[in-house]
């Protein structure tokens, strides 16, 4: 009977500290495309998400489009959404990026919208007597004021793309995804396992990020708790 192998790896074992040390740099580089297509999928959907959302709340009437057409866009299963864009971008990293900042417009919008037609209108009544003009309005007191609804859609769009980046495996864009889809093809516990806990923990580093951003952006809100 022969003995069984030392080596965590060859035992294909799920918990394995000598996968971390000899894939390090694969790890990393996962992680980093992880980060930057979650990074400037958000970024692009809350430059989109901003206009969007004071056009619906300034005009009634493209409230009910703007709101209808990105909850439209968030029920498109995500290969059916890649598959639709792929025509224009073709196997590269922007169809992954278009995708997500699609997905992330219905949760920003959304967010941010409900921020802006929270904000008391005997404040606006009051700018206005100020000589306040409707940009600077927009800018010192409706979006400040709006920020608590804006950073919780933020905060879920965010987490929400960590996790959809990994789909991004089928077309080889989908960071620490590229890891998990191949260990389970070859049954690689300890990549598989590797690849899933560092998307939970850039899930939960980013949310605990905005988190803070929030907290510092805001701190009348802080003030009132006290």
């Known amino acids: 009977m022969t003995a069984p192998p030392d080596d965590c790896l060859a035992r294909n ?22 980060l930057q297509l979650t990074g400037v999928s958000v970024l692009l959907g809350l430059v989109l998400a901003v206009p969007l959302a004071v056009a619906a709340r300034r005009w009634r009437g493209a ?6 057409v990105t909850t439209v866009l968030y029920t498109i299963p995500s290969l059916a959404m890649f598959s639709l864009l792929l025509p224009v971008y073709g ?15 219905t949760l ?3 967010n941010i919208l409900a921020g802006l037609r929270a904000v008391p209108e005997e404040t606006r009544q009051a700018a206005r007597g100020m000589g306040y003009g409707p940009v600077r309005l927009l800018l010192a007191v409706e979006l400040p004021l709006a920020l608590p609804a804006a950073m919780a859609g933020l905060r879920i769009a965010t987490v929400s793309a960590v996790s959809l980046v990994t789909i ?6 989908g960071g620490l995804g590229n ?8 049954y690689f516990k300890a990549q598989v396992l590797a690849a899933s806990v560092l998307c939970v923990v ?7 990020l905005l988190l803070g951003v929030q907290r510092v952006l805001t701190p009348w809100l802080r003030e009132a708790r006290a």
């Open 13 to 34: 074992e799920w918990l394995c500290g000598e996968y971390l040390s000899t894939r390090r740099e694969i790890l990393l580089d996962a992680v980093l495309q992880h």
């Open 63 to 68: 409230a009910g489009p703007v709101l209808g």
């Open 91 to 105: 196997l590269s990293a922007w169809l992954v990026i278009a995708g997500l900042v699609l997905y992330s417009l």
């Open 108 to 110: 920003l919008v959304r």
């Open 168 to 173: 991004g495996a089928i077309v080889g864009y």
């Open 179 to 186: 890891l998990i889809y191949s260990g389970m093809n070859t």
């Open 202 to 208: 850039i899930a939960v580093a980013a949310d605990v």
